[in-house]
């Protein structure tokens, strides 16, 4: 899971970020620094964003309480 | 004689009215309505009755008015209140709280007694419901995979976060058994902990239809769950349970879908604006830094260390000027003394004494200065010295005087 939240963390701390440079308390080289960092946290989310088209998966039991992942099919019919 | 107690009529009234009140409390009747008056103060008078016996009952207005179907004789009814007496005519009537509609009126009584449960045992709290995450990567659907709901979530999902992964646990939505596969649907979820969020849910139905998310079973399991569920039950204006449990809830499946992802060209929108904002911040740090460094460079206090130095090395080339004439005039000063020494020497030379004709004496052997004759005996040896060599004698006589 904590792979999952990985985005949100980046976008988080590039918001962090701009404030920080935004307050202007920081030294040229603290700034320096962390401008890096939001370039790069930038660069991920990016990139994160434009991954490839999502997967659909099903969840199926195959019995002994064990559980599988097939593609979905979505079937037209019913309610 | 024995005293025998005599009521008044208001007396045993009012005891009549205190037994009935006390030994039955709020309480669910079942009949029909017979001789429904709409009263002009807004209060409403009807006769509950069935096959047997009936009950003379009030609805007052303030709750009157807020019911959501109109009362006509005939309907078969289910309400809820107490029997009290009504004093002045000596008649035992039921008060209404609440009314429904018979039919309907079963499971509305099933979802209001649970929905008091559960509420009592604080399964509705606030401060239980999860956040639901902001960028879930994998989102678990609860729900029909042959319904409208599946297709609209998904390709909502797909629409607004292209890099979302769904995953389906296919249930029954309605009929036996459906309220069990939604319950068990959302522990498998937790216990394969595959999924950041979980969208529990069913497009829109009768008040039948949607019943499973009614249920207490299903309920308890959107609570246990550690993961994030929202609700999103086709029913926009009444809450099911599984609403209130819910840790959000979606007024339709495609509303939940929605909710659950953000739109990514939104979210594309927002990096590109903070990396402008880091850029122009930074671009404007450095150039602020530029200034400063300028500013500094171009001071007082960044030229004065110079200006030090070459007052100094003035000072340094008029001294070393000094320290040659100085040494020149001590140089100078040095000969002329030296000169008068050696005249001073010379004139005190014994050797220049001589030269004027004096003599030295040296006893023998000696060759001890002599300058007293009393250091002197008769024939001893002496050595005179002159200006131009010397001679050797002997003391012949002594003199004190010359």
Not at chain 2, 82 to 99: L, P
Request: hydrophobic fraction near 40%.
């Amino acid at each position: 899971m904590t792979q999952k939240n990985s985005f949100e963390k980046a976008l988080n701390r590039l918001e962090e970020i701009v404030s920080q440079l935004e307050s202007g308390d920081l030294s040229l080289d603290e700034s320096l620094k962390i401008f890096q960092e939001g370039i790069e946290l930038s660069r991920f989310c990016t990139k994160k964003l434009s991954e490839a088209e999502s997967k659909v998966k099903k969840l199926v039991k195959t019995g002994s309480g064990k559980f599988k992942l097939e593609d979905l099919e979505i079937e037209d019919k019913e309610e | 004689m024995e005293q025998i107690k005599i009521y008044t009529v208001s007396e045993i009234t009012r005891e009549v009215k205190a037994l009935l009140e006390l030994n039955l409390p709020t309480l669910w009747i079942e009949g029909e309505i017979s001789n429904f008056i709409h009263h002009s103060s807004g209060h409403r008078y009807f006769t509950l009755k069935d096959e047997n016996a009936q009950i003379k009952s009030v609805l007052w207005r303030d709750i009157g008015d807020f019911l959501r179907f109109e009362i006509e004789d005939g309907m078969k009814v289910v309400v809820y209140g107490n029997i009290s007496v009504y004093e002045k005519q000596g008649q035992y009537q039921f008060y209404v709280e609440d009314i429904l509609p018979a039919g309907l009126g079963k499971l509305e009584l099933a979802f209001r007694q649970l929905k008091e449960k559960l509420f009592k045992e604080g399964l509705f709290e606030e401060e239980h419901k999860k956040p639901i995450p902001e960028f879930p990567q994998t989102i678990g659907i609860v729900t029909s995979p042959t319904g409208a709901a599946i297709q609209d979530m998904i390709h909502i999902l797909h629409r607004r976060m292209p890099s979302v992964e769904i995953i389906l646990n296919p249930v029954k939505v309605q009929g036996d058994g459906a309220a069990r596969e939604i319950a068990q649907a959302i522990k498998d979820f937790n216990q394969l902990q595959n999924v950041d969020v979980i969208i529990v849910g069913r497009g829109g139905g009768s008040l039948e239809d949607l019943w499973a998310f009614n249920e207490e079973i299903v309920a308890r399991a959107i609570y246990a769950s550690e993961i994030p569920v929202v609700s999103a039950v086709g029913h926009e204006i009444d809450f099911t349970i599984a609403d209130l449990v819910a840790d959000l809830r979606a007024p339709t499946p495609s509303a939940a879908a929605e909710l659950v992802v953000r739109d990514r060209r939104e979210v594309v929108t927002q990096i590109k604006n903070l990396t402008q904002s880091l850029i122009e911040y930074q671009l404007s740090q450095i150039q602020e830094a530029k200034i400063r460094v300028k500013t500094a460079v171009e001071s007082y206090g960044m030229k004065k260390p110079w200006d030090i130095l070459t007052q100094k090395g003035q000072r340094i080339d008029e001294l070393v000027k000094n320290m040659g004439w100085l040494v020149n005039q001590s140089v100078k000063n040095s000969k002329q003394n030296l000169a008068n020494l050696m005249g001073k020497l010379n004139a005190l030379s014994p050797l220049s004494i001589l030269e004027r004709g004096y003599s030295v004496c040296y006893k023998l052997p000696e060759l001890k200065l002599v300058k007293d004759v009393d250091k002197l005996k008769l024939e001893d040896s002496v050595e005179v010295r002159l200006h131009k060599g010397k001679f050797k004698g002997k003391v012949e006589r002594i003199e004190k005087n010359w």
